[in-house]
């Protein structure tokens, strides 16, 4: 199955830019979604196919993705940022649905 | 607005059976495809299901297989989850989610838990 590697924490200072990575075999051939969840909460949609912003989100969150490694990119941190991030991809050869270990963004 | 509500949550023991119900509104409930994702206390997102607006098309995870049905009722624009054989591991909060990937909109979920 395929498996997505996630750091498990990131520190970044407000203002700062925060970058969040996300491993996969050949990840580049695939569609890469970012999901943000604050703490009690549900998750909420911040990057979709890559690098699209959905209506509502802040211009500071971008992504890419390339080769073996996809990124989501905060360009100036705000404390109201601090939560744990994942990212997650459909698996074509099993129809599944993959989503990364999570990483936890905190704002020093 | 979107919103979707989720109910049927509640404290069994191993090998019990329970069903999670999934009210949907505020968009195209019969067009579009449904998940199921749910979060162990304390650790990340786990992909349980989905199934096609016309549910013609469905997936588990391997850890679920053979033990949870999905289901949906567009008429009542609902969502469900039929659970069998439950196990500890099983305990998590359940969301319901619009779409399966991605995943565009997620309701509060409803936490189950399996204890003996």
């Known amino acids: 199955s395929y498996v997505l590697t996630q750091p498990s924490s990131v520190s970044v200072a407000p203002g700062k830019p925060a970058r969040i990575t996300c491993g996969g075999n050949?990840?580049?051939?695939?569609?890469v979604h970012w999901y943000q969840q604050k703490a009690g909460q549900a998750p909420v949609l911040v990057i979709s196919y890559d690098s699209d912003r959905p209506s509502g989100i802040p211009e500071r969150f971008s992504g890419s993705n390339s080769g073996n490694t996809a990124t989501l990119t905060i360009s100036r941190v705000e404390v109201e940022d601090e939560a744990d991030y994942y990212c997650q991809v459909w698996d074509g050869s099993s129809d599944h649905v993959v989503f990364g270990g999570g990483t936890k963004l905190t704002v020093l | 607005q979107l919103q979707l509500v989720e109910s049927g949550g509640g404290s069994v023991k191993p090998g019990e059976s329970l069903t999670l119900s999934c009210e949907a509104s505020g968009f195209s409930f019969v067009d579009s495809y449904m998940s199921w994702i749910r979060q162990a206390p304390g650790k990340g997102l786990e992909w349980v299901s989905y199934?096609?607006?016309?549910?013609?098309?469905?997936y588990y995870a391997e850890s679920v297989k053979g033990r949870f049905t999905i289901s949906r009722d567009n008429a009542k624009r609902s969502l469900f989850l039929q659970m069998n054989s439950l196990r500890a591991e099983d305990s998590a909060i359940y969301f319901c989610a619009k779409d399966h990937s991605p995943v565009a909109f997620w309701g509060q979920g409803t936490l189950v838990t399996v204890s003996s």
């Open positions: 199934i096609s607006n016309t549910d013609n098309v469905i």
């Open positions: 050949r990840i580049g051939s695939k569609s």
